[in-house]
Every structure is written in C-alpha cells, then in structure tokens.
C-alpha cells in the first residue's frame, strides 16, 4: 500500500492518511452497473440529482436579491429580472428547472414501479423515494407563490383552501399553511421559509439516506432480466457509466439553457387581493390532473362532498405509493405481480389523460 | 418487603423509568413551544359591520361591477341594468377565489372555475356549492354605505 500511495506524490499520501482516500478509491472502484436492455432507466435518478443540483446553485443565488414580504417580493424579483446582469437567467433556469427535475422525477418514480426496484431490501429506498417525491412536490407548490403575482396568489389560495375541505383538521392545517385565515404577506413570509429552509433540511436528512441505500444496494436487476438467467453483465460505475451519465446532464443543461433564452420565465402582475381572480387560473402542470379530477367530481358522492372525496381519494393513492413495496408480496418472492404492474400504467394513463384535459377541455364544463 | 429481597432489578427499573419519563418531559417541553409558535394566532377578526363606500352613487353605471374593501376582505358593488345597486361578498363560496363583474352575461362570474352567480348573489351554475352572502345598501345622498345585515 505504501508503494501505491507513495507513487501518487506526497500530497495524495498526506490527504489519505488523514481522510482515508484509499478506501474512498477502492469504494468507488468496487461499484458496478448491470447492462440489460432497461439500463436506460437508471440515468433518470442521477438526472434528478443533477438537476436539484442546480436549483440548489441558482436558488442560493436568487436569495441575494429576493425579499420576501409582500411589499417587496413582486418588486424585487421585477428589479431582478430588468436590472440585474443574467438576473433573468439566473430565474428562468430556476423555473425550467424545477418543471424538468419534476418531469424526471416522475419518470425516474414510475421506472421503478415497472421495474419493481423496490423489492427486498430495498424498500427504505422505495418509500424515502417517494418522501423526495412528495418534498418536490411542496417546493413546487411553496416556490410557485414567491413571486407575489397574481397567478400564484390566486393559485396558492385555491390550493390551500382545498386543504381546508379535509375532514377535521382542515381548518388547522389551512391556518398553520396560510400563516392566518387568509392568504396573505404572512403566507408569504411562511412559504419562504418552507421553500429556503425547511424543506431543504429535510431535503438534504432523506436525499442522504437514499442516496447512501443506492450505494449499500448496488443498482436493482429487474425481474424479468433476473428470470431471463444467461450471463450477468456490469459495468464499472466510474469511469464508464460516470461519464454516460454525464453526457445527459449535458443535454439536460443545454435544453435548460435554450428554455430560460427562448422563453424566460414570466412575472406577470402584481398579486392584489382586492382584484378578481384572472381569466386563466391554473396550478403548476404537475398539480393539473389533480385539479382536473376535483373539477369533474360531482358535488356529492355517497352523500360526502365530492371534493373531500377527491382529496381523501389522493392521499390514499399516495399511501399506497408509499407503501408498496410491502403491499406488492409476490415481487418481494422473485413471482411475477402483474397486478402491480397494471396499477403503475393505470396511475401514469390517469395522470397523463387528466393533465390533458386540463389543458385542452374548455373551460366552462 | 419483596423489593428488599431484590433491591437491584426494582431499582433500576425505577432509574429507567425515571430516566424515561424526564426524556419524554423534555421532548415534550421542547416540543409543546415549537408547535404552538407554528400555529399563527387568530386575527383580529374585522368587527366592522359596515362601511362607506369612497365611491360616489351618481358614478356607479348600471351593468357595472366593482370590486371593494369590507373590512379585511373583498366584496363586490353592482349595478344591475335596472339601475339598482347590490352588494355580495366577492369571496367566491367553491374555493374562495375573488369574483367579477360580467357586463354580457349581466352575471357575476368566478375566473378561477367558471362558476356562474345571478344579480341575486345565487349559485347559477359552476362548481360553487352555495350563493354569495348578501350584504344592505344604503344610499345617503351621494354617499353608498354597505352593511352586514341581519
């Protein structure tokens, strides 16, 4: 060993007896990648990465000149956007961004669904997955208000009030999210802190738990490339599958890039809450199929408000994301679960058809 | 008298438990404050039971709407084509967005889900489940003064 480090020069030698970077090299060097014909779905988790990577960059960066009261927000992200040098950059690639990594993330969620990725042991992987998920979701919810304009404080008040329709602690929750009983320069204030702090908190507890899990684990082989036998095939993680990887978070930042030129993220008008609401009111895409669903429901059903229906409805649906990998038994025994399977195309065709309507219905039905 | 036979495991169970209960004390008392400063106290819950309009009658045209301030929230001034004026709460009663005025329907109308409300403050159609709360007019002169009725 000696001789190795010795021949890396002194400073590698001095850094390892400190740090311990030869077993740091030897950790790395061991982590292999199976080749089969799905591979393709395992750069979709690193793609996630790479792009909250850089919503944490131009997040930070955002921060030096956003205020976050109701007086100030909309103002100083207008000052941001006119006067600052690549102000607008630095924003539209934090809005693009966030609609990709949300994209990816929900193609990276279902891969693993179809490829049954969350079968023993790696369950804690599976659920603190869908915890991120669920995390992304909130950053997006509580990002899309700072801006204090109009869209998004009409947006932000629907949203909250369809908290408020749950069964016994809605009140409560709608208070606690709104700051108050209205959404207002305290929501604001609220959502801010959410946005910068809480959630990166939590963000950065669960993202290091999956992200050590990926590591203990090693990469899933689906089962049907497992029943198929025949030879096993790897690949080194770094340089081959490194590099690879790197090549789509190249294209990944070269479409965000041509985005945040071409069509830079909007302002709008100021939020006022004594305006009415605007022709057009709509939440961010990844929230549409369920604001679809809520428009189709029928105002009772069985006697309980539709809407507490559609809500109680979704938060099941999440529970049952969550909980999968203990529900899905014949997965966990290597058997084939093609119910499973059918219930993660029948969740992606829902959420595709309902975010269609969303944007295509006309409006008045 | 049994505990003197064995004083080891009784006192120790005892520290345990002592132990324990301080432990859950403590989180407890950390956590009482935290999640009570979460929960934002009520507001003062605007008392005013009416409110004069800065908005001259004469300058009011029928098939008109507005917008204005009752107290903290936004309440709506319409003159219907007949020439009379009426006032709702403009806090739309399906998801609390804010209403308008809708001059070619002579309705009032909610961008944020299409629903419909008549010149009476009554759901029409849309998702709203019930009509808007109607609040009196008084005209004084040129002053509109607007009341929560009964």
């Known amino acids: 060993m000696p001789s190795a480090a010795g021949s890396r020069g002194r400073l590698w030698t001095w850094l390892d007896e400190r740090v311990g970077l030869a077993e740091m090299e030897k950790l790395v060097r061991k982590k292999q990648v199976p080749i089969h014909r799905h591979r393709l779905w395992y750069y979709f988790g690193g793609m996630t990465l790479f792009l909250f990577g850089i919503q944490v960059v131009t997040g930070i960066l955002l921060l030096l000149y956003y205020r976050p009261s109701a007086e100030e927000a909309y103002e100083s992200v207008q000052f941001l956007m006119a006067e600052v040098q690549f102000g607008w950059l630095i924003r539209s690639v934090h809005a693009w961004s966030a609609n990709l990594m949300v994209a990816v993330l929900f193609i990276h969620l279902f891969s693993v669904l179809l490829l049954k990725a969350y079968r023993r042991p790696r369950e804690i992987t599976w659920v603190s997955g869908v915890a991120l998920f669920g995390i992304t979701l909130a950053f997006g919810f509580t990002g899309y208000l700072l801006p204090w304009n109009e869209l998004a404080y009409f947006a932000t008040k629907v949203g909250t009030e369809i908290t408020g329709a749950l069964p016994v602690v809605g009140h409560f929750t709608l208070r606690l999210l709104r700051g108050g009983d209205e959404v207002t320069g305290a929501t604001l204030t609220r959502f801010y802190g959410i946005h910068v702090a809480i959630l990166p908190a939590i963000v950065t507890l669960i993202l290091g738990l999956h992200l050590y899990l990926v590591q203990k684990h090693g990469m899933s082989v689906p089962p049907s490339v497992e029943r198929a036998g025949g030879p096993r095939r790897t690949m080194p993680f770094v340089p081959d599958f490194l590099l690879r990887d790197m090549v789509g978070w190249l294209s990944a930042l070269a479409v965000l890039a041509a985005l945040a030129a071409f069509l830079p993220a909007e302002l709008g008008r100021k939020a006022d809450p004594f305006a009415p609401a605007p022709i057009g009111i709509k939440p961010e895409w990844y929230f549409m199929f369920m604001f679809q669903t809520l428009k189709y429901l029928p105002s009772t059903i069985l006697g309980i408000e539709g809407e507490i229906v559609g809500i109680v409805g979704f938060g099941l649906a999440g529970l049952f994301l969550l909980l999968l990998p203990f529900l899905d038994r014949r997965a966990e025994h290597g058997g084939r679960s093609t119910i499973f399977t059918w219930i993660g195309i029948g969740m992606i065709a829902f959420v595709i058809v309902l975010t269609y309507l969303g944007y295509t219905a006309s409006p008045t039905q | ?150």
């Open chain 2, 1 to 150: 008298m049994e505990s003197t036979l064995e004083p080891g495991p009784s006192r120790r169970s005892f520290i345990d438990w002592l132990l324990g209960t301080s432990a859950a004390a403590f989180i407890v008392s950390v956590l009482y404050p935290v999640s009570r400063y979460l929960v934002p106290p009520p507001a003062g819950e605007s008392s005013a039971a009416s409110v004069t309009l800065p908005i001259r009658a004469e300058d009011v045209k029928p098939n008109t709407g507005q917008i204005f301030k009752f107290g903290s929230k936004p309440a709506i001034l319409v003159r219907t084509a007949a020439g009379e004026l009426r006032a709702f709460s403009a806090v739309c009663t399906h998801l609390n967005c804010t209403v308008q005025y809708r001059p070619d329907l002579a309705e009032i109308w909610c961008a944020c889900h299409n629903g419909h409300f008549d010149l009476k403050g009554q759901n029409v159609s849309g998702p709203p489940p019930r009509p808007l709360d109607a609040y009196v007019i008084n005209v004084r002169g040129s002053q509109i003064v607007v009341s929560k009725g009964t």
